[in-house]
């Protein structure tokens, strides 16, 4: 069987215009900048128009079209679309589906959406990565978008203070170019079912869906034990992320930079500190866009090469955990 290296080709994000505050939740609601920072780490997220444009399919487009021209690639170009979201823009179809018409894609490529809450991202390019290693395919689009703020639960100040809107993406290719250090090395997924009460939304599904008298409630929204996660997250992070290094033979300190899922800066740390990478090698954008679930990994990854912190070249240890609960740890030569 034929065997490609793979390689991430391009990247791009893409965010709501709207800046939403500490000080402006501290208008709405029992909280203050002062708690929130300190708690979290986060000071603004963004809020996607309830007017549409800013749908997660609308953000993917963006973040995409930014992601094709990094790569130097036509939309036809893709092959598959794994988008990654807890929040697609309709129950049917999927949100890839209706990317692929908004990106003009005429290849009839094949689009799926995939549910791996703050995880996604890392189980998409796990998923395009063994699919371009066998030989199925090429190229793929990878996108990790979300539109947290319908979800959120205003009555519960510990977690409606910690999510926002936005959308990264990753075009993952072959690199059948000998001379091209660039490769993808190592990814680890897993999942343990049990932690489902810790973080979860019981309503709109088969299961229990909508009824007028809890569309009047808060039990519609996303529901979550903060401390439970925390601790299991801390746990699970640096587990996944050690895994990860040990299948691609490397050491903690061969990394050059860390891409942590950002749920909250003390998490970040905490795990920065059990894995022993120091600060500077931590990619951090939890201040300004708070916890975009599936889009936290892409968008830090993709605004660090931007900054023109993360070079071709470097080696870089992406790491993410979420509801389910799931977690994901990549390593990969950018
Ligand atoms: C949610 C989280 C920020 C709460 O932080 P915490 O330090 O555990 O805070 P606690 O829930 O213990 O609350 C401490 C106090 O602050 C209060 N508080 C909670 N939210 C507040 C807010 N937004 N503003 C002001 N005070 C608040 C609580 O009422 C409590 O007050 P009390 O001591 O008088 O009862 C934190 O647990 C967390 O980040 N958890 C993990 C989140 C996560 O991983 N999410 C997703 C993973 S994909």
């Given at each position: 069987m034929s065997f490609f290296r793979t390689k991430i080709l391009g990247t791009g994000m893409c965010y709501p215009q709207r800046v939403f505050s500490n000080d402006d939740f501290a208008k709405i609601i029992d909280t203050s900048d002062e708690w929130i920072t300190e708690r979290t780490g986060i000071k603004r997220r963004r809020f996607a128009s309830l007017e549409g444009g800013e749908f997660p399919s609308d953000l993917a487009k963006g973040a995409t079209e930014e992601a094709l021209q990094n790569a130097n690639?036509?939309?036809?170009?893709?092959?598959l679309i794994i988008f990654a979201t807890?929040?697609?823009?309709?129950?049917?179809?999927s949100c890839a589906t209706i990317l692929q018409t908004k990106l003009g894609i005429t290849n009839q490529c094949a689009a799926v959406d995939i549910v791996a809450a703050c995880s996604g991202f890392i189980y998409g390019v796990t998923m395009a990565h063994s699919m371009i290693q066998t030989g199925l395919i090429k190229r793929a689009l990878v996108v990790g978008a979300e539109m947290l703020s319908r979800e959120i639960n205003l009555e519960d100040r510990a977690s409606c203070i910690l999510f926002g809107d936005g959308c990264g993406v990753a075009i993952i290719g072959r690199n059948e170019d000998a001379n091209d250090p660039s490769e993808i090395l190592t990814t680890k997924i897993g999942a343990d079912?049990?932690?489902?009460?810790?973080?979860?939304?019981?309503?709109?599904?088969?299961?229990n869906p909508f009824t007028p008298e809890v569309l009047q409630?808060?039990?519609?929204f996303m529901a979550m034990q903060g401390k439970e996660m925390f601790r299991v997250a801390v746990r699970t992070l640096t587990d996944i992320s050690t895994s990860a290094l040990e299948a691609a033979n490397l050491?903690?300190?061969?990394?050059h930079w860390f891409v942590p899922h950002q749920a909250n800066i003390r998490i970040i740390e905490a795990t920065g500190n059990r894995l022993g990478v120091p600060a500077e090698k931590v990619i951090i954008n939890i201040n300004e866009y708070a916890n975009t679930s599936a889009a936290t990994v892409p968008t830090a990854f993709h605004g660090a090469v931007k900054a023109g912190q993360i070079k071709r070249g470097d080696l870089v240890l992406m790491s993410a955990f979420g509801a389910g609960l799931t977690a994901g740890s990549l390593v990969v030569r950018y």
């Open positions: 690639l036509k939309p036809n170009d893709i092959d807890i929040t697609p823009d309709y129950r049917l179809p079912g049990t932690g489902r009460e810790f973080f979860q939304q019981e309503y709109g599904g088969s299961a409630t808060s039990a519609r050491k903690i300190s061969d990394i």
